[in-house]
């Protein structure tokens, strides 16, 4: 428990704000993306700057409170807030910043898609980013992130070049090429780790409109269908993104959904055309639009439902694994939770692998079993259900998994492998020079070595 006295210290030093138990915005500021996840800070600082960050942290240090990192919330496990604890919330830093000559933005360290595609685009610009915008650009980018522009343009994180970082000894850090490259190098795939970026750089590409939007397929074609995603996504067009989410329809028989975002020349896509004649399409909402538009396609509800998530990366996906993500998704026996399935192919595997840490770039999918439900009495079920899912993807698998959506019981052998052995020594040695005592801790940690 903080003294009264001591929060309004706090209060005073910081050009931001504060919210404790008393205040009425509280309850939703300490709300996060996942509802399965409900904790109660000792306060939230509200941090306006580089300056407010610094301070936290020594508030934080003097008075052995635990500290968790809010961005944009989204993260599935839960990591940005903290019993008892204080949060350093960064929801005011959501400014985005474009120098269009350049083709460089810089983001707030709170900003979310929603800031930040509508900044870059009102100059034709863009960056690969995440496919719901309230999602915050920072947690996203410092694992990796996977979008509707992964193919052409690659990770989110291949197109970070600089960042400000606050440490937790209170020291402002800037990362780029040619200032702390390492430190850079681990940004790209394992950031949440070593400061609070307080802005994160970034690559811009002219950019303005895609064909895209959703196909909808259902019935016996459902199968077909997605051997025929798998089947494009494997002739690697470097011009097609893809993703497709697996679920179940009102009758319970499996349902898909595939999401392609097409950037190439062609104003009726031949590349897309086995896709929209595959028998069991029910709805073909593909069409020419803005990349805004196309950044609208998915959305997803903040703080309703309950959500664990869980997967792996797989090298292939064979009709063998179709056929057991078809009988996975059914156990349930209802919806709305589902199996996520993210192409990885062109851009990411042209990258050279020294470029950042991220490690899955060898993967054909990310396959991610995504229980989502409301009432707290199936929680068993539901975290039961995801991870048996994931359990029958493992024999396909790479190794450790996407720290993007890890939830927070996830064993340091997962995290590890998601890196593998020698990039996690690498991050150890990171780690113990700018969190020597691993105050940032609630994320997929990397112990310091
Ligand atoms: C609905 C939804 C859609 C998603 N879509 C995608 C997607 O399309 N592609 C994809 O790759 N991922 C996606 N994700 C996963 C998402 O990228 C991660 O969960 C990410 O951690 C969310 O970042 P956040 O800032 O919103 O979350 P928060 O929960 O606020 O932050 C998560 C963690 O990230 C770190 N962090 C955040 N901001 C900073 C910062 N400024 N400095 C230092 N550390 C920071 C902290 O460790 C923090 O605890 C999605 C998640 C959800 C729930």
């Not at 509280?26 to 904790?39: E, H, I, M, T």
């Amino acid at each position: 428990m903080i003294e009264v006295e001591s929060l309004d210290e706090l209060r005073r030093s910081l050009a931001g704000f504060v919210l404790t138990p008393a205040d009425a915005e509280y309850d939703v500021a300490r709300r996060c993306f996942n509802a399965l996840v409900d904790r109660r800070p000792a306060a939230i600082a509200r941090c306006a700057g580089a300056a407010d960050v610094a301070t936290a942290f020594d508030f934080a240090r003097s008075h052995r409170l635990e500290i968790a990192v809010r961005g944009g919330g989204h993260n599935p496990a839960g990591h940005c807030i903290v019993d008892g604890g204080l949060v350093l919330d960064l929801t005011r830093l959501r400014a985005v910043e474009v120098d269009g000559e350049a083709r460089i933005a810089r983001a707030g360290g709170g900003s979310t898609w929603l800031d930040f595609d509508p900044a870059t685009q009102a100059h034709g610009l863009v960056t690969p980013g995440g496919v719901v915008g309230s999602t915050g650009v920072c947690g996203l980018t410092l694992g990796g992130g996977i979008g509707h522009l992964t193919a052409q343009l690659g990770l989110t994180c291949d197109n970070l070049v600089g960042a400000e970082l606050v440490t937790p000894d209170g020291r402002v850090v800037h990362a780029s090429e040619d200032e702390n490259a390492e430190l850079l190098w681990g940004l790209r795939g394992a950031g949440g780790n070593f400061g609070v970026a307080t802005r994160l750089d970034f690559r811009l590409h002219p950019l303005e409109r895609v064909v895209g939007g959703a196909l909808a397929y259902s019935g016996t074609g459902v199968r077909d269908a997605l051997r025929r995603f798998r089947d494009v996504a494997a002739g690697s067009p470097r011009d097609l993104s893809l993703q497709a989410s697996l679920s179940v329809d009102e009758s319970l028989e499996p349902a898909l959904v595939v999401l392609p975002c097409y950037t190439g020349a062609d104003a009726d896509p031949e590349v897309l055309r086995a896709l929209r004649s595959a028998p069991g399409l029910v709805d073909d909402g593909v069409g020419a639009h803005t990349f805004l538009e196309q950044q609208r396609v998915v959305d997803s509800a903040y703080g309703e439902n309950r959500h664990y998530w869980k997967g792996h990366f797989a090298r292939a996906l064979p009709d063998e694994l179709i056929d057991e993500l078809l009988a996975r998704v059914v156990v349930l026996g209802r919806p709305p939770g589902g199996i996520l399935i993210e192409s990885l192919h062109g851009a990411p595997k042209e990258v050279d692998p020294s470029f950042g840490v991220a490690g899955f770039r060898d993967a054909a999918f990310n396959i991610s079993a995504q229980a989502v439900w409301l009432d707290p009495g199936l929680d068993e079920q539901h975290i039961g259900w995801a991870r048996e899912t994931a359990a029958a993807v493992e024999p396909w698998s790479l190794g450790g998994g996407y720290v993007n959506y890890m939830q927070a019981d996830e064993p340091i052998e997962r995290v590890r492998a998601a890196f593998g052995a020698d990039a996690f020594d690498r991050l150890q040695a990171l780690k113990r020079r700018y969190d020597p005592d691993n105050v940032l801790r609630r994320n997929q940690n990397i112990p310091p070595r």
